[in-house]
């Protein structure tokens, strides 16, 4: 009787536990399906409207792209090559245009040199507004303020702020900001200090139809990389030629990482061009007077890379030529008389640069170059030969 009567409980109890087991399981099963349900139904409709903007706007979008093979043997003051430099150079655009006014534009590089580093990086994400007075850039671009490029150059380097452009056909308005450097000036047990080196510009110019007279000014207030610069500059037709001139002032801040303090240095730059059936001419001038060295300038990255014939601290003179042959050959040579006091060398030096290229079509070449100049040193004073012999494939697509 007993034993009967604890088995009639143990099935009481099993009787009434079944319903909420059951409903607790359910419940949590419900809560599985919906914590599930719930982001993977946001994540199918945001993939969704992702999918059909693109589809809508795809008409709008435009991809491309370059890509570059080289093959150099250099000998240069800082280093001792004993074998070439393998290297290559990719860059991907993708530019959208989002509506009338408004345009997006992308530039995604990658630098590979082969067996010591290589690394992807986006060169350019900016947005670009348009209308018929006002041309405004916003992100990370390339931008060149001053036509020459001796104090407002980012061709190289990217501006990292915005670009203001506007104008008539009797004055033109152009400025940017910058920002070159974020540092954390001071560090105590409570707060950092952060600082900034930013760097404005500002450009007028009276464009005229011979000829287009203008003025930039270039400042970085405080910081490592404080300065202040101010170019003019002149364009016009001579003896039927493109003349550029551009002279330049600059002067590093207190506060300027330079080793070489000064007051003031000028920098001059003078070309001229013209085109003589398949040729073209180049005559070139030149002046930087010691501590001549923006920031922002051809200055710092016209060497190695672009085979020009000038450098810091040096003064001289020189032309090239342009020629294109038969069967889509073309070459291209520079060469200059380069003098500057106070270096290791005494005397006029002889400054060359060579270009031979094969075109197989019209986004493919094949180049072969042979360099023989000078570059600066770290402070921008000290001058070195460099000599740098090269190939190279290059195709657009």
Same mark, same amino acid.
Not at 34 to 60: C, F, M, Y
Not at 296 to 314: P, Q, R
């Given at each position: 009787?007993?034993?009967?009567?604890?088995?009639?409980?143990?099935?009481?109890?099993?009787?009434?536990?079944?319903?909420?087991?059951?409903?607790?399981?359910?419940?949590?099963?419900?809560?599985?399906?919906?914590?599930?349900?719930?982001?993977?139904?946001?994540?199918?409709?945001?993939?969704?409207?992702?999918?059909?903007?693109?589809?809508?706007?795809?008409?709008?979008?435009?991809?491309?792209?370059?890509?570059?093979?080289?093959?150099?043997?250099?000998?240069?003051?800082?280093?001792?090559?004993?074998?070439?430099?393998?290297?290559?150079?990719?860059?991907? %655009?993708?530019?959208?245009?989002?509506?009338?006014?408004?345009?997006? *534009?992308?530039?995604?590089? *990658?630098?590979?040199?082969?067996?010591?580093?290589?690394?992807?990086?986006?060169?350019? &994400?900016?947005?670009? *507004?348009?209308?018929?007075?006002?041309?405004?850039?916003?992100?990370?671009? %390339?931008?060149?303020?001053?036509?020459?490029?001796?104090?407002?150059?980012?061709?190289?380097?990217?501006?990292?702020?915005?670009?203001?452009?506007?104008?008539?056909?009797?004055?033109?308005?152009?400025?940017?900001?910058?920002?070159?450097?974020?540092?954390?000036?001071?560090?105590?047990?409570?707060?950092? !200090?952060?600082?900034?080196?930013?760097?404005? !510009?500002?450009?007028?110019?009276?464009?005229?139809?011979?000829?287009?007279?203008?003025?930039?000014?270039?400042?970085?207030?405080?910081?490592?990389?404080?300065?202040?610069?101010?170019?003019?500059?002149?364009?016009?037709?001579?003896?039927?030629?493109?003349?550029?001139?551009?002279?330049?002032? %600059?002067?590093?801040?207190?506060?300027?990482?330079?080793?070489?303090?000064?007051?003031?240095?000028?920098?001059?730059?003078?070309?001229?061009?013209?085109?003589?059936?398949?040729?073209? *001419?180049?005559?070139?001038?030149?002046?930087?007077?010691?501590?001549?060295?923006?920031?922002?300038?051809?200055?710092?990255?016209?060497?190695?890379?672009?085979?020009?014939?000038?450098?810091?601290?040096?003064?001289?003179?020189?032309?090239?030529?342009?020629?294109?042959?038969?069967?889509?050959?073309?070459?291209?040579?520079?060469?200059?008389?380069?003098?500057?006091?106070?270096?290791?060398?005494?005397?006029?030096?002889?400054?060359?640069?060579?270009?031979?290229?094969?075109?197989?079509?019209?986004?493919?070449?094949?180049?072969? !170059?042979?360099?023989?100049?000078?570059? &600066?040193?770290?402070?921008?004073?000290?001058?070195?030969?460099?000599?740098?012999?090269?190939?190279?494939?290059?195709?657009?697509?």
């Amino acid at each position: 009787m007993q034993k009967e009567t604890e088995e009639s409980s143990l099935r009481r109890q099993t009787k009434n536990n079944l319903p909420l087991g059951c409903f607790l399981f359910f419940v949590c099963l419900t809560l599985i399906g919906v914590l599930w349900a719930i982001p993977a139904q946001g994540a199918t409709d945001n993939i969704t409207k992702r999918l059909s903007n693109l589809e809508s706007r795809w008409g709008h979008l435009q991809l491309g792209g370059e890509f570059s093979l080289l093959a150099d043997y250099k000998q240069r003051f800082f280093e001792e090559y004993r074998t070439p430099d393998l290297k290559n150079y990719l860059n991907l %655009y993708l530019d959208a245009q989002i509506d009338r006014n408004f345009y997006f *534009y992308l530039m995604l590089s *990658y630098y590979d040199n082969y067996g010591y580093i290589n690394h992807l990086y986006l060169s350019e &994400a900016a947005v670009r *507004y348009r209308s018929p007075q006002l041309l405004v850039d916003l992100g990370k671009f %390339y931008f060149t303020l001053d036509p020459l490029g001796l104090i407002a150059d980012h061709s190289t380097s990217p501006l990292q702020g915005f670009a203001v452009q506007t104008g008539n056909t009797d004055l033109y308005l152009g400025g940017f900001y910058s920002r070159l450097f974020l540092n954390p000036a001071s560090i105590d047990e409570e707060k950092i !200090g952060v600082t900034s080196d930013d760097q404005l !510009g500002l450009r007028i110019a009276v464009p005229k139809p011979g000829y287009m007279l203008g003025m930039t000014l270039v400042t970085t207030p405080e910081g490592d990389l404080s300065e202040t610069a101010i170019g003019l500059d002149f364009i016009t037709n001579v003896a039927d030629g493109a003349l550029q001139t551009e002279v330049a002032w %600059y002067k590093p801040g207190t506060d300027s990482f330079q080793s070489y303090k000064h007051d003031g240095a000028y920098g001059g730059l003078v070309t001229w061009s013209k085109n003589i059936a398949a040729t073209t *001419y180049t005559l070139n001038a030149w002046y930087f007077e010691k501590g001549f060295a923006p920031i922002s300038s051809v200055l710092n990255d016209s060497f190695l890379e672009k085979g020009e014939i000038y450098a810091n601290n040096s003064y001289g003179i020189g032309g090239g030529l342009q020629h294109k042959m038969a069967n889509n050959w073309d070459a291209t040579v520079k060469a200059g008389v380069l003098l500057s006091p106070d270096q290791t060398f005494s005397g006029p030096q002889l400054t060359f640069s060579g270009r031979l290229r094969k075109a197989f079509s019209i986004a493919t070449n094949l180049e072969f !170059g042979f360099d023989s100049g000078f570059e &600066a040193d770290v402070n921008k004073i000290d001058l070195h030969r460099y000599n740098r012999l090269f190939v190279g494939f290059n195709t657009i697509f």
